[in-house]
């Protein structure tokens, strides 16, 4: 899994006890970029402790939608997997969906069945360096709001949407701020907030 953060370091969480956040490819990753990566799921999951990260990462476990979005909406940086199987494809669109609506997107209720190496045709700078990325029957991604030119999806594959982002320009020269990656079995939703350059 390749996962590209777009801020040059920072302090990130893995408020998660999946695989996919707690091995240590992420670990290693994010440490030769010059990050620091925290996992657990042992700390208050607020406001508060959470703006003491640049960047939260959650799978399979649940997490307050609300602090979620209080956190997106202050700058935060969050990375979601869904598609973990923790509860079926139902639950876990149920578990996050508050969260995703709140900015125009959201998980698709079924898994979608695709499964392997899927070529990355976008240019959204998420994706830059990133010719392909392995699918493992997720949730779709779902932009429900697309008279929002935030929110959009960036891939589908054969109709089910495996990437989207929310991206929230506030100039034309911004400073990324905050990520939401939200990920299906690697089927990945992205959530992208940026803040003006001061």
């Known amino acids: ?34 990050h620091s990566l925290t996992v657990t799921t042992g700390i208050s999951f607020d406001l508060a402790t959470l703006s003491t990260y640049d960047g939260v990462y959650l799978a399979g476990d649940a997490a307050d939608n ?11 940086n969050v990375y979601l997997a869904g598609g973990t199987g923790w509860g079926g ?17 959201g998980f698709g209720t079924s898994y ?31 932009d429900i709001d697309i008279s929002n030119p935030n929110s959009q999806v960036l891939l589908s594959y054969n109709g089910h949407g495996l990437y989207a982002v929310y991206d929230d320009v506030a100039t034309s020269i911004p400073e990324p ?22």
């Open 1 to 34: 899994m390749k996962i590209i953060v777009l801020v040059n370091s920072g302090n990130f969480l893995a408020y998660s006890s999946n695989f996919g956040l707690t091995g240590s490819s992420l670990q290693s990753s994010m440490t030769s970029a010059g």
């Open 66 to 76: 609300t602090v979620l979005i209080d956190y997106v909406n202050a700058g935060g």
């Open 89 to 105: 494809a139902l639950a876990e669109a149920n578990r996050w969906n508050d969260f995703l609506n709140y900015f125009g997107m």
């Open 112 to 142: 979608n069945g695709v499964v392997g190496n899927i070529a990355i045709n976008s240019t959204h700078e998420i994706f830059q360096g990133v010719d392909h990325l392995y699918q493992n029957n997720g949730n779709d991604t779902l």
């Open 177 to 198: 701020a905050a990520l939401l990656l939200l990920c299906a079995g690697l089927l990945s939703l992205t959530l992208v907030r940026r803040r003006a350059i001061a």
